[in-house]
């Protein structure tokens, strides 16, 4: 699914009543999460020029908020039901939290490092 076909499945959404799922593995180090992003997708790539660098993958380190909103990420919470979450755990900290959390899951959509539910593809860069 290319970018204009996703961007039309949101389109008449409302964020909120989305469901968000993870496309890269992740690691959770002193209670922060590290996306890590593989740097080839390419299966010729990945087969013959993966195995020598030193490091495949590039390491994205959250802070505790990003951390927070990716351990609630299941592929069964809809956001505002992480919004709630959030709440219990960072209380005011996080106000306001629909704009705020809107914002941060719309760019990790736009990033790649997420997809909906309701998106029928994963992201495929």
Do not use: W
Not at 7 to 33: A, C, E, F, H
Not at 41 to 67: C, H, M, Q, T
Not at 69 to 80: H, I, L, P, Q, T
């Amino acid at each position: 699914m290319n970018f204009l076909e996703r961007r039309k499945v949101l389109k008449g959404k409302n964020t909120l009543d989305m469901i968000p799922k993870k496309v890269y593995k992740i690691s959770d180090n002193d209670g922060l999460v590290t996306i890590h992003i593989p740097k080839f997708k390419n299966k010729i790539l990945v087969k013959y020029l993966v195995p020598r660098l030193k490091k495949p993958e590039i390491k994205l380190k959250l802070d505790a908020f990003g951390s927070q909103v990716f351990r609630e990420m299941d592929g069964e919470k809809k956001v505002s039901d992480i919004i709630i979450s959030l709440r219990e755990v960072f209380g005011e900290k996080v106000e306001p939290a629909e704009d705020r959390l809107s914002k941060f899951i719309l760019n990790l959509y736009d990033g790649g490092l997420i997809t909906f539910k309701e998106i029928t593809g994963v992201y495929d860069g």
